[in-house]
């Protein structure tokens, strides 16, 4: 087992290994050993893996644990959902020594740290990740939020979990494109931190490496996040090519993945940047291979006024522009605020690339 430690103001461990969930509540009786429990999860995840995770839980001791399936779906983290929850744990009287356990991918942990943050002004919450795109980025680092028609990620708190358990097992029930979305953020970790680990996602299967992969990322953030837990920093580099995904993202309205339109996003920097003349076209061209490996696109065809309307909601933003996060090279990133009429000139300056 390979064992994380997460030393934020709440300190906490990320423990990642194969069938993990099988244990999950022998690790929580260690972290959480009297409190009442409530899951969390979605209509995806419930069938495959939620009667799992209740028969470890039982195992372990803990009796009467309610659970709430969502609607899988990015449509899933809105104010709305978030209401709902809050009268079902009302209704299952979860008072404020309870902790919730979100059973699910990026949504679900999302929504479940944010309900948790707010309700009876703050509860322990504990994420189990099922994707690999939560596994390796959202499941870490205590952001929360749920989306507005106007953006995404437009309201949430900080709010760290008590425990991260990531069984790479979970991955092996995902289609391929779910996989292939995860894997977007792990090309991000390489690109802005870890060029090692962009060339082995170059050069290598990722699923013979998976244990490798997720660690690497979350040692990043974990890095990243200690550093800058409240994202006035150098967290923002975390968000590479999230900036134009996001765009991306509400403008297809959420109908296109998020590891999707991040790649999207990511393509438009580097395009631009290319053009500028401060990247060597090479970085353009390994960062179009890769995303070809994996099935990733690389192109929208939202109209580019659509997008930066968008992009001027971005929760990165200042009142005089927006920060852009840019390369110097493959693993080495830096963060740059560009007025908005500049930052448009410049994304417009990497089209036809």
């Known amino acids: 087992m390979n064992r994380i430690q997460v030393k934020t103001q709440a300190p906490y461990d990320v423990l990642i290994q194969r069938g993990i969930l099988r244990e999950a509540g022998q690790k929580i009786q260690k972290v959480k050993p009297h409190a009442r429990l409530a899951v969390i999860t979605d209509s995806n995840v419930a069938p495959i893996y939620l009667r799992r995770l209740l028969d470890s839980l039982e195992n372990a001791g803990y009796r009467d644990v309610p659970s709430f399936t969502m609607q899988a779906g990015e449509n899933t983290k809105s104010l709305e959902s978030a209401g709902l929850l809050y009268q079902l744990l009302s209704q299952s009287k979860i008072s404020r020594d309870c902790c919730l356990i979100a059973l699910g991918g990026g949504v679900i942990g999302d929504l479940t740290g944010f309900v948790a943050s707010t309700y009876l002004r703050g509860i322990a919450f504990i994420q189990i990740p099922t994707t690999l795109l939560a596994q390796v980025d959202s499941s870490v680092g205590g952001k929360t939020a749920i989306n507005l028609p106007s953006g995404k990620n437009l309201v949430g708190t900080f709010w760290q979990p008590s425990l991260v358990l990531c069984d790479p097992d979970t991955l092996s029930t995902l289609p391929e494109e779910v996989f292939s979305d995860g894997i977007a953020e792990t090309i991000k970790c390489g690109m802005i931190k870890d060029p090692l680990l962009f060339e082995l996602l170059e050069k290598k299967d990722p699923q013979e490496k998976l244990e490798e992969i997720i660690s690497r990322c979350i040692c990043i953030k974990r890095d990243v996040v200690?550093?800058?837990?409240?994202?006035?920093?150098?967290?923002?580099?975390?968000?590479?090519?999230?900036?134009?995904?996001?765009?991306?993202?509400?403008?297809?309205?959420?109908?296109?993945?998020?590891?999707?339109?991040?790649?999207?996003?990511?393509?438009?920097?580097?395009?631009?940047?290319?053009?500028?003349?401060?990247?060597?076209?090479?970085?353009?061209?390994?960062f179009l291979a890769v995303c070809?490996?994996?099935?990733?696109?690389?192109?929208?065809?939202?109209?580019?006024?659509?997008l930066f309307e968008i992009c001027r909601q971005d929760k990165k933003n200042t009142t005089h522009g927006i920060r852009a996060i840019l390369l110097r090279e493959i693993g080495d990133s830096f963060i740059k605020t560009l007025p908005f009429a500049e930052f448009e000139g410049f994304i417009k300056g990497g089209e036809g690339r």
């Open 226 to 286: 200690e550093a800058d837990e409240l994202d006035t920093g150098n967290r923002m580099l975390l968000n590479f090519g999230h900036t134009m995904g996001h765009a991306v993202e509400n403008w297809m309205q959420y109908r296109q993945r998020h590891g999707q339109c991040v790649a999207v996003g990511i393509a438009m920097i580097i395009r631009a940047q290319v053009a500028a003349g401060t990247l060597p076209s090479l970085v353009l061209d390994r």
């Open 292 to 306: 070809q490996k994996y099935c990733l696109p690389t192109t929208c065809d939202a109209a580019w006024e659509d």
